[in-house]
């Protein structure tokens, strides 16, 4: 790779980019420890909505990758920062899990079983008929409906399970509504990610393993992007990739140690 001018801060996908289900993947601790020793600002941002950011350092920790709670910047965070925004005191229904509860709570909004002006909804593996039910009733009765993240399908032990955007597709159906999506491609968490990393998009770059997802939310916001063939995209695909998710990215790497002798 060959850009002009190094970034002023990164935004970095995890899943695929820094590791596989538990396993770092190689160079990850040494291109955060050199960021580190350069103070160059980052973010590891993630649509996964179901963790907090604490299980999230905790969790990158244990794979050996230096990290801490204020590193993190989830779909969860971004979607209660953007409901606070947009509807000071807004009454909400969660559809999700700790990570969402706990975000919501952080950022101070009540959360209620009715007549709330809004329905927000992530991955909840706890989910039952009854709670759908009530989501729909209220989107129907004209609730907001906002999205954490529109991923279908995630990574799990047991293979492919269904993500946030699989549950929504019931909503949508029976609300006839189509939600306000938050996470990647949407720019609303990219946006987020750069007001806590205090910098312009311009002076930062994305980095993630995804076209649809992390190069598109790059290009939603107005940040560079590096495209690293570690995860979904690979060698073999990345062109297809790409070009199924109308976008380009500014670099390509095989591998984050690229990125690491970049910087030299
Ligand atoms: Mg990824």
Redesign the pocket.
């Known amino acids: 790779m060959s850009p002009a001018e190094k970034p002023s801060g990164l935004l970095i ?5 820094l590791y596989h289900g538990n396993i770092m993947i190689e160079g990850a601790d040494s291109l955060i420890s050199m960021l580190r020793q350069r103070e160059i600002r980052y973010l590891f941002v993630t649509n996964n909505s179901s963790a907090t950011p604490e299980t999230v350092a905790n969790r990158l920790r244990e794979m050996g990758i230096p990290a801490e709670a204020d590193d993190v910047c989830t779909s969860s965070q971004a979607a209660a920062a953007y409901i606070a925004q947009e509807m000071n005191e807004a009454r909400v229904f969660p559809v999700g899990e700790a990570g969402l509860l706990d975000a919501l709570s952080k950022a101070g909004l009540p959360i209620v079983e009715d007549e709330p002006d809004i329905v927000v909804q992530g991955i909840d593996r706890q989910l039952t008929y009854e709670r759908i039910a009530a989501a729909v009733r209220h989107i129907r009765s004209g609730a907001r409906y906002i999205l954490t993240n529109p991923d279908v399908l995630l990574p799990s032990d047991t293979g492919l399970i269904p993500g946030a955007g699989s549950i929504s597709a019931i909503l949508q159906k029976a609300s006839g509504i189509s939600p306000t999506v938050i996470g990647k491609p949407s720019a609303i968490l990219m946006n987020y990610a750069l007001e806590r990393l205090g910098r312009k998009a311009e002076d930062v770059w994305v980095i ?3 076209p649809a ?2 190069i598109a939310a790059a290009q939603a916001s107005g940040c560079r992007s590096v495209l690293v063939l570690t ?2 995209a690979t060698e073999a695909n990345y062109k297809d990739l790409l070009q199924q998710a109308g976008c380009s990215a500014d670099e390509i790497i095989t591998d984050l140690h690229q990125l690491i002798r970049w910087f030299g």
Do not use: I, Q, Y
Request: glycine share 24%; hydrophobic share 15%.
């Open positions: 996908d995890l899943d695929g980019t993630g393993d995804n997802t992390d995860g979904l």
